[in-house]
């Protein structure tokens, strides 16, 4: 049983930039960040392997998000820039115990309990 932890969303303005952070109780392979709106499914937003720090993003955040790891803290980032009203949502990390990095939620065993991301103009 993997426990995750998010924080550091929030209300940002058009453009802004916001951290957060996914404190995990143990390692698994690999740990991604999934946002949801409402109405709308989950969709996969970025991903990283723990063994080798190799990432991949969707296409609607790559250029502007970026996620990393910390090794000793057990903790993921991500990093956005540049956001926009699109990227409201309730931002979510999970874990697998594989390591390819699947944008199928569905693939994830373990979640955290989201945290609120809002982007307002």
């Known amino acids: 049983q993997v426990q995750l932890v998010e924080s550091g969303g929030g209300l940002v303005q058009l453009g802004d930039s916001l951290r957060l952070s996914c404190v995990a109780s143990g390692r698994t392979d690999v740990t991604a960040w999934f946002r949801q709106a409402p109405g709308k499914d989950r969709e996969f937003v970025a991903g990283?392997?723990?063994?080798?720090?190799?990432?991949d993003y969707s296409e609607a955040v790559k250029g502007r998000f970026a996620i990393s790891r910390d090794n000793r803290k057990i903790t993921v980032y991500l990093q956005s820039y540049n956001l926009k009203s699109e990227d409201t949502a309730v931002y979510y990390c999970?874990?697998?115990?594989?390591?390819?990095?699947?944008?199928?939620?569905?693939?994830?065993?373990?979640w955290g309990q989201g945290t609120q991301v809002t982007v307002s103009a």
């Open positions: 999970a874990t697998r115990n594989d390591y390819i990095i699947s944008p199928e939620a569905t693939d994830y065993t373990y």
């Open positions: 990283i392997r723990w063994r080798d720090g190799v990432t």
